[in-house]
């Protein structure tokens, strides 16, 4: 076996390696930034929930308000009733 051989021996399953892991090193990547354009769609859509939730119990909150409202007029106006 001359030196040729024995180079091409040893180089070309070390080359292979070297390929397979940088291959590897890029879908790791891409996976990783597969589950941050998830992690963010996620986020947005928890987000957008929260904001609906929020306005929601800001909306429901002026509605007690004026029940509260009407009860109070209603009390005041059996109130003057009895009186008379």
């Known amino acids: 076996m001359n030196d040729a051989q024995l180079y091409f021996a040893i180089g ?4 292979a390696i070297i390929i397979n892991m940088l291959v590897g090193m ?3 990547n ?3 930034g ?13 987000t957008g929930i929260e904001n609906r939730f929020t306005s929601l119990e ?5 509605l007690t308000g004026k ?3 009407i009860d ?3 009390t005041r ?3 003057i009733l009895e009186r008379h």
């Not at 800001?58 to 002026?62: I, Q, S, V």
């Open 58 to 62: 800001a909306r429901f909150d002026t």
């Open 34 to 46: 597969r589950f941050t354009s998830l992690e963010g769609n996620i986020n947005a859509r928890f």
């Open 67 to 69: 029940v509260i409202e």
């Open 26 to 28: 890029f879908q790791i």
């Open 72 to 74: 109070n007029r209603l």
């Open 12 to 15: 070309v399953p070390v080359f």
């Open 77 to 79: 106006v059996e109130a």
């Open 30 to 32: 891409s996976l990783n």
